[in-house]
C-alpha cells in the first residue's frame, strides 16, 4: 500500500517527512528544506534567503502542522497581501489543513467565525497582514493563546518589506519586532526571495533576528532560460516569440510605462493573443479581474508594469518578457523568477537596446535622491547592463552578483548558440573621434543618429546644414553597419565612456574616453544575434539544462488526451471552489497522471502531489476520468 494510502487508514503523521507525503504528497524535501523544517520544528529562530519558486511555503507550513499535531498551537502568517492569503488559505484547504486569514475582505461575522476557531486552538494557520497582526484586539488574542501554549510559530512572509533599501518598503513591517518583544519564546521564521547584503541585513536589524540561524538556498533556477535579444523591431520580436515558442502559454510581459503597457497589450490582442494590461492606473476593480483572470484562466498574457507580480505565485507560468530594461539585477531576478516555479522549463526573455541604456542612465541622474544612493543606482545598473552585453554564460554572471560562484549553464542564450564577436576597439575610437570632432567644430553636442550619419558619410540635410562633410570624421566608418554603431555605442554608453543628456540625448565623451581614444582599452562586441532567426527549429536541436532534472518526457496521443479530460475536470472543480486550476492539482501532476495512468487507488496515491486529502477527496473522480 503507498504510504499516502495507508496514512488515510492509520493516525497522522506527525515527522516533518511523514507530513510532506501525507498532507503534500510529495516524495522529498528540495534543497535546504529538511534542514530549515527540522531547525525550526526544534524551536529555532531563522531566516530563509530562497529563489521565488524555491519552495518557501513549505518550510513553515510543515513545521506548523508538525507543531501543532505535538498541542503547540496556531502558526501565524504575517502576509502583506490580500489575494495571495486567500489562494494559500484556499490551498491548504484543498489539502484538508485547517487554516484561515483575517483581512479586510472579510464581514464581521466572518472575522469573528475566523477568531473563535483560532481561541479554541483548531487553526494551524493564521494569514493577516502586519497591521492587522498588531492591532490591540489580536495582540490580546495571541496573548490568551500564548498563555495557554498555543502560540506555535510566527512565520515572517516577504521579509524584504521591513528594509529602506528594498523594492517594497512597507512601513507596517517595522512594527513587527513587536512580536518578538511582547513573545520572547515563540520561534520566528522570516523569509524572503531578495538576497542582497543591505537587505539582508536590514532584516536581521530590524526584525531582531541576530541569532536566528541563516539559510541561504542556491539562487540558481535552472529551468529558466535566459535570452537577452537586441532590440530591433521590440513588439515584433516579442510576437514572434511568444508564437514561436509559448504559444497558448502563460505568462508575464514587463514594460516601463503605463502607456507601452496599454500599446503593447492592445496590439498583442489585435494579433489574437489573450493579452490583458494591469499597471498602477488602472482602476482597482480592473486591476482585480485582470489578475483574477491571469491566475484562473489558461494561457493569459499579462502586460504590465513592475506594479504586478509580488505575490503572484501560480507556478505554470512558462515565460516573462522584458520589453524595457529592469531597474537593475535584483529587478531582474524577481521578475524573471515568475516564471517557471513548478520547475518545468521556462523563458526568460528580454529585448534590450541603446535607448534603454540612455532612459535608464537619465531616470537615475534626474532624479531627487541624495548623490550616494545615485551612486549606487548607477553601480547596479552597470552591473545589468553587462550582463546585458555578455557574450559569455548569462547564469554564471547573475549568480555571480548574488556571490554564488558555477559553471556555463548550459540553458542560456550564450550558451546554446556561442555568439560571433568582433574586435570593435577602431571602432569605438571613431565614435570618440566623432564626438569629440563635433565639439571642436562649434561646440554643438548630436544624438547618436546623426553621428552615425557622419561616421558613414552619408550626405543628409542636417550633414550639409552644418558643414559637417568637412569633417575628418566624416564617412571613416562606412565599412560599419548602422546597426553595428548603435550597438557600439551603446556599449561605450553603457560602460560610462560616453554619456547622452537633455531632451535630444546629445552625447558627450566621460574622462574615461580618453583611454580608449588612444587604443588603451580594447573593446569586444557580439554579431546582432538577431540577424539569424530563431524558431522552434533550433530549440529542439539544444537540449535544455535543468540542473540534473530529466526534462519533462512528452506525452504520446494517448496520454495527451488523457492529460485533456483531466484539464477540464480540474477546471470544473476550480470553479466550483472558486480558486485556481493549479492549487486542484499542477499540470505536471496532471501529465504524470495521464501517462501513468493509474487503475487504483493505491497507485494513484503514488503520484507526486496527491496526498492523503486529495486522494479521498478525488480519488474516484481521477480514476473514472481516467478509465475514460
Ligand atoms: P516560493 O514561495 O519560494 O516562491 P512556493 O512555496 O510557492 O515557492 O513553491 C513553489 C512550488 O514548488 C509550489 O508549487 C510548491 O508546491 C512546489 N514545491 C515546493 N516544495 C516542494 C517539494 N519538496 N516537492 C515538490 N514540490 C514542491
Ligand atoms: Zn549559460
Redesign the pocket.
Known amino acids: 500500500m503507498s504510504a499516502v494510502l495507508s496514512a488515510l487508514a492509520t493516525t497522522p503523521a506527525t515527522t516533518p517527512q511523514g507530513v510532506?507525503h501525507e498532507v503534500?504528497g510529495?516524495?522529498?524535501?528540495?534543497g535546504a528544506?529538511q534542514e530549515i523544517v527540522d531547525h525550526v520544528v526544534a524551536g529555532g529562530d531563522a531566516l530563509v534567503l530562497?529563489?521565488?519558486?524555491?519552495?518557501?511555503?513549505?518550510c513553515y507550513q510543515v513545521p506548523a502542522i508538525v507543531r501543532h499535531r505535538a498541542g503547540q498551537g496556531v502558526t501565524v502568517v504575517v502576509s502583506p497581501l490580500i489575494a495571495l492569503m486567500h489562494d494559500q488559505v484556499g490551498a491548504l484547504d484543498e489539502l484538508g489543513v485547517p487554516a484561515a486569514f483575517l483581512n479586510s475582505s472579510l464581514d464581521g461575522d466572518e472575522a469573528r467565525r475566523v477568531e473563535r476557531e483560532l481561541l479554541g486552538g483548531r487553526l494551524v494557520l493564521l494569514y493577516a497582514a502586519p497591521e492587522r497582526i498588531l492591532t490591540p484586539r489580536f495582540m490580546a488574542m495571541m496573548q490568551s493563546l500564548h498563555e495557554r501554549g498555543l502560540l506555535s510559530l510566527f512565520a515572517i512572509d516577504e521579509a524584504h518589506c521591513v528594509s529602506q533599501w528594498g523594492h517594497d518598503f512597507r512601513e507596517e513591517y517595522l512594527g513587527l519586532s513587536a512580536l518578538h518583544e511582547t513573545f520572547p519564546g515563540v520561534p520566528r521564521l522570516a523569509?524572503t526571495?531578495t538576497a542582497d547584503d543591505h537587505t539582508r541585513a536590514d532584516i536581521i536589524q530590524r526584525l531582531q533576528l541576530e541569532e536566528a540561524r541563516l539559510f541561504v538556498a542556491s539562487f540558481d533556477r535552472p529551468n529558466i532560460r535566459y535570452t537577452i535579444v537586441e532590440k530591433d523591431d521590440p513588439r515584433k520580436q516579442l510576437l514572434r516569440f511568444i508564437r514561436d515558442e509559448h504559444e497558448g502559454e502563460a505568462g508575464i510581459v514587463y514594460c516601463q510605462s503605463r502607456k507601452r503597457v496599454e500599446e503593447t497589450a492592445t496590439w498583442l490582442a489585435a494579433e489574437g493573443l489573450n493579452a490583458l494590461p494591469y499597471h498602477a492606473g488602472l482602476d482597482g476593480d480592473v486591476r482585480r479581474h485582470h489578475q483574477d483572470r491571469f491566475l484562473r484562466e489558461d494561457a493569459v498574457v499579462m502586460v504590465a508594469t513592475i506594479a504586478f507580480g509580488m505575490g503572484i505565485?501560480k507556478?505554470d507560468v512558462r515565460f516573462v518578457a522584458h520589453l524595457d530594461l529592469p531597474k537593475n539585477i535584483e529587478s531582474y531576478y524577481q521578475e524573471t523568477?515568475r516564471a517557471g516555479?513548478?520547475?518545468l522549463p521556462a523563458d526568460a526573455w528580454m529585448t534590450y537596446g541603446l535607448a534603454d541604456v540612455v532612459n535608464q542612465r537619465r531616470m537615475i541622474d534626474d532624479s531627487d535622491a541624495e548623490d550616494d544612493f545615485k551612486r549606487l543606482q548607477r553601480g547596479k545598473l552597470d552591473a545589468l547592463l553587462a550582463l546585458s552585453e555578455a557574450h559569455d554564460c548569462r547564469r554564471v554572471r547573475l549568480l555571480g552578483y548574488f556571490g554564488q560562484d558555477s559553471e556555463p549553464c548550459g540553458n542560456c542564450d550564450n550558451c546554446l548558440h556561442a555568439p560571433a564577436t568582433w574586435d570593435a576597439t577602431e571602432a569605438a575610437r571613431k565614435a570618440l573621434s566623432g564626438i569629440y570632432r563635433f565639439r571642436q567644430a562649434g561646440g554643438q553636442r548630436y544624438g547618436a543618429g546623426h553621428l552615425i550619419d557622419v561616421l558613414r558619410g552619408k550626405v543628409t540635410d542636417k550633414v550639409t546644414e552644418r558643414g559637417h562633410e568637412r569633417l575628418s570624421t566624416f564617412g571613416i566608418g562606412a565599412d560599419v553597419s548602422e546597426q553595428q554603431w548603435r550597438l557600439v555605442l551603446r556599449q561605450l554608453i553603457a560602460l560610462g565612456h560616453v554619456h547622452a543628456e537633455g531632451e535630444f540625448n546629445t552625447l558627450g565623451l566621460s574622462d574615461s574616453a580618453r583611454e580608449v581614444l588612444r587604443g588603451e582599452v580594447p573593446v569586444r562586441l557580439r554579431v546582432p544575434a538577431d540577424v539569424k532567426p530563431r524558431g522552434k527549429v533550433g530549440r529542439e536541436r539544444s537540449p535544455r539544462g535543468t540542473g540534473g532534472k530529466p526534462p519533462p518526457m512528452p506525452l504520446n496521443a494517448a496520454a495527451t488526451e488523457r492529460f485533456a479530460a483531466l484539464k477540464a475536470w480540474r477546471a470544473e472543480v476550480a470553479k466550483e471552489h472558486n480558486l485556481p486550476a493549479?492549487i486542484v492539482f499542477?499540470d505536471a501532476t496532471l501529465a504524470e497522471m495521464a501517462r501513468a495512468q493509474p487503475a487504483t487507488l493505491d497507485a494513484l496515491g503514488g503520484i507526486?502531489?496527491v496526498g492523503a486529502k486529495k486522494l479521498e477527496a478525488y480519488g474516484g473522480q481521477i480514476l473514472r476520468v481516467l478509465a475514460g
Request: net charge positive; charged share 15%.
Open positions: 510532506l503534500f510529495y516524495p522529498q524535501f528540495r528544506q530562497m529563489p521565488t519558486g524555491g519552495g518557501k511555503s513549505l523569509l526571495a505565485d507556478p523568477g516555479r513548478d520547475g493549479y499542477h507526486t502531489g
